[in-house]
C-alpha cells in the first residue's frame, strides 16, 4: 500500500470528461487570460463566498501583494499576522516594503487571536492578516471590532480554507479583502498557478482590476503604477468544473478527519487538532501533534504512508526575517510546536480503510518508540 499524502490523480479520475469539455471551449474561444471562463469563475467564486466582489490574479502570494497595494500599505507599515503560516503570508508584506509583525499562535486551534493582536498593535500598525490555517476559520467577530477600533485594514489569508464556515459565515467574506490561492494541491486547485482577492468594497474591487492589469481601464491608458497578474483562462475554466464539487469534496475532508480523530483519541501520545465548536473546518491539512516526529516520518514512510510538516520552522526564526531581531523564545507556543507538527495524508478519495491503515501504523510506531 503507497499512501500519497496528496492524490491529484484520484480526483482528475473522477472528473476528466468535464475537464477535457471545459478545455476544449476555451481553446475554441482562445481566450487564454481572464476572457469568459475567468468571469464566470469570478462570479461564481463571490457568490459561493458571499464577497460582493472576486478579482482573479496569478497565484496566492500576488493576492496578498496585490491586497496589500490596494489598501496603500507600504514602507513605514507594519502588518501583524502569525508566526506559524506559510512563508507568503510574510513575503507579501515584505514584498510591498512593509514590516511584517509575528504574533504566538493559540496553542489549542493553533490559530490567530484577537488578544495577541492587540498586544501587538503600535503607532505603525495598518493591517493585519489573520490564516485560516489548516482549513479552520480564526475567530472573525473580535478581530474585525479590534480593527475598527483601530482603524486597521483586515486582509484574510483564506489559501487554505475554501468554503470554511465561521458562526454559518465563510472565510473571505469577513475582512476588508481575502486572499485566495489555487494552487494544485489546495481545496479549490487549479491545474497550475492561480489565485484571486475578494472583497465587498467596489472601491477596492476597482483598484485591484487595474493593479492586476498593468493599470488600464482600457488598452490604451495606464492609470496606476501596476503590474501583470491575471486569472489564465484555461485554469479558470478548470476552476468553474472544480467549484462545483468543491462542497461533496470538503464533506469528504470532514468523514475522513472524523475518522482520524475517532480512531486516534485513546492514543495519548498524538496531540488532535482543536476545533472550536462555533467553526466547521475543510481540513485542508490535518496537522497533529508528536513526539519523535522525525522518526516517526521516517517509519511511516518505510511502510508506504507519505506525511507533510507545516511549518518546520516558525517564520520568527527564518534565516530571511533575521534582520527583524525575534528571539526563538519570542513565541514559546510556535516555537516548542514546530518541532512536533505532523501532517497526516488527507484528502476528498482517501478511503476509510486508507484512514485505518495510516493510524494503525502511527499507533504501532509510537509504542515502539515510546
Ligand atoms: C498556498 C498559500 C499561499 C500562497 O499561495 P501561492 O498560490 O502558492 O502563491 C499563501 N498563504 C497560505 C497560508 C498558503 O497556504
Not at 503600535?122 to 489573520?130: F, G, K, L, Q, Y
Not at 516520518?297 to 506525511?307: A, K, P, Y
Not at 526575517?321 to 510546536?337: M, S, T, V, W
Request: with cysteine; charged share 25%; net charge negative.
Amino acid at each position: 500500500m503507497r499512501i500519497r499524502f496528496v492524490d491529484l490523480k484520484r480526483q482528475l479520475d473522477n472528473i476528466r470528461p468535464e475537464i477535457e469539455s471545459a478545455f476544449d471551449q476555451v481553446m475554441e474561444n482562445t481566450a487564454f487570460i481572464l476572457g469568459p471562463a475567468a468571469r464566470e469563475f469570478e462570479q461564481s467564486f463571490a457568490e459561493f463566498i458571499g464577497a460582493g466582489h472576486c478579482i482573479g490574479c496569478g497565484n496566492g502570494t500576488d493576492a496578498l501583494v496585490l491586497a496589500l497595494r490596494a489598501a496603500d500599505i507600504g514602507p513605514g507599515d507594519e502588518v501583524i499576522t502569525t508566526a506559524n503560516t506559510f512563508v507568503a503570508t510574510s513575503e507579501a508584506v515584505r514584498l510591498v516594503g512593509a514590516k511584517p509583525v509575528f504574533i504566538d499562535p493559540d496553542e489549542g486551534t493553533y490559530l490567530m487571536s484577537a488578544e495577541k493582536v492587540e498586544k501587538a498593535i503600535s503607532a505603525d500598525t495598518r493591517a493585519v492578516i489573520p490564516v485560516h490555517l489548516y482549513g479552520q476559520t480564526v475567530d472573525m467577530a473580535p478581530i474585525m471590532e479590534l480593527a475598527r477600533d483601530h482603524d486597521i485594514i483586515v486582509i484574510e489569508d483564506a489559501a487554505q480554507a475554501h468554503g470554511a464556515k465561521n458562526r454559518g459565515n465563510r472565510a473571505g467574506s469577513f475582512g476588508d479583502l481575502a486572499c485566495f490561492s489555487f494552487y494544485p494541491g489546495k481545496n479549490l486547485g487549479a491545474y497550475g498557478d492561480a489565485g484571486a482577492i475578494l472583497t465587498s468594497n467596489p472601491e477596492f474591487a476597482e483598484k485591484l482590476r487595474l493593479l492586476r492589469d498593468h493599470g488600464a481601464p482600457d488598452k490604451y491608458h495606464h492609470i496606476v503604477d501596476a503590474h501583470n497578474s491575471r486569472l489564465d483562462g484555461l485554469q479558470a475554466a478548470v476552476l468553474n468544473v472544480k467549484l462545483r464539487h468543491l462542497e461533496k469534496w470538503n464533506d469528504s475532508r470532514r468523514r475522513i478527519a472524523a475518522h482520524y480523530m475517532e480512531q486516534l483519541k485513546d492514543t495519548p501520545e498524538v496531540k488532535l487538532p482543536g476545533v472550536e465548536p462555533f467553526n466547521e473546518p475543510v481540513w485542508h491539512l490535518f496537522v497533529v501533534r508528536v513526539p519523535h516526529r522525525d522518526e516517526i516520518r521516517e517509519l511511516m514512510n518505510e511502510r508506504g504512508i507519505d506525511t507533510g510538516i507545516h511549518y518546520p520552522v516558525a517564520l520568527h526564526e527564518q534565516p530571511v526575517y533575521k534582520d527583524l531581531g525575534y528571539a526563538p523564545e519570542d513565541f514559546p507556543i510556535a516555537h516548542r510546536n514546530a518541532p512536533l507538527l505532523l501532517s497526516l495524508p488527507i484528502f476528498p478519495e482517501m478511503t476509510e480503510e486508507e484512514c485505518s491503515y495510516v493510524c494503525d501504523n502511527l499507533k504501532e510506531i509510537l509504542e515502539e518508540l515510546t
